[in-house]
């Protein structure tokens, strides 16, 4: 069995009690673990996640214990950065044994070809925030940021993502056509074949028939 989970956004301090919150998400690793080939988590499993060479942010001892005790026991675990939680740069690989993708790919799975992403980044028509992706896929930018003790660095992180959150739009569903995934799904059925195409990002539950068979 292939599993997808997204955007639990663990640590957010919109989460009135986050203790609690990340249990949930590890009791339902170990319900996946009883029959998983591999597990894909397509990105903003964290609220905000950077990493230093040296120190590990504090928190998320349980899932990464979870984690762990999946990919030791043959389960691969797939990582899909999101965009908060892009800053990875090989603790959840030499640590937790996960494979970290940092752009979207085509992989086949039992015999479907499956096209996998966040979701940030793949539609167009919002120029502000294309803009703050490419600042934040920025190695001077990182490097920047990585100067900052972590105290300040994790503080900042966190308060911004709540406040992004905040004045975010809604997240309701807003049709086919004003939905800039659908469009761009529509868009990508046109150039190559693929069965299914399964994103995160917009918080809607949402399984779309599109042309050629294919399914989102």
Request: hydrophobic share 40%.
């Amino acid at each position: 069995m292939i599993y997808f989970l997204s955007d639990v956004h663990l640590g957010s301090l919109l989460i009135p009690d986050q203790r609690e919150h990340e249990r949930k998400v590890v009791r339902l690793l170990d319900q996946m673990k009883k029959d998983a080939t591999a597990i894909y988590l397509l990105g903003d499993i964290f609220d905000f996640w950077f990493e230093y060479t040296t120190v590990v942010p504090k928190g998320h001892t349980r899932l990464f214990g979870k984690i762990a005790e999946l990919t030791d026991a043959g389960i691969e675990v797939h990582f899909f950065i999101g965009n908060h939680d892009l800053w990875t740069f090989g603790y959840f690989e030499k640590e937790l044994g996960m494979k970290v993708h940092y752009r979207p790919e085509v992989v086949e799975l039992y015999g479907k070809r499956f096209y996998l992403a966040h979701g940030d980044g793949l539609s167009t028509g919002d120029a502000g925030f294309s803009v703050l992706r490419k600042v934040f896929h920025s190695r001077v930018a990182q490097r920047l940021f990585a100067l900052l003790p972590p105290y300040i660095g994790q503080n900042f992180g966190f308060a911004w993502s709540r406040s992004n959150r905040l004045h975010m739009k809604s997240e309701e569903f807003k049709g086919e056509e004003n939905e800039r995934l659908i469009v761009y799904a529509k868009e990508f059925i046109e150039k190559e074949k693929v069965d299914f195409l399964v994103f995160g990002h917009r918080h809607i539950d949402l399984k779309l028939q599109l042309r050629y068979n294919a399914e989102m």
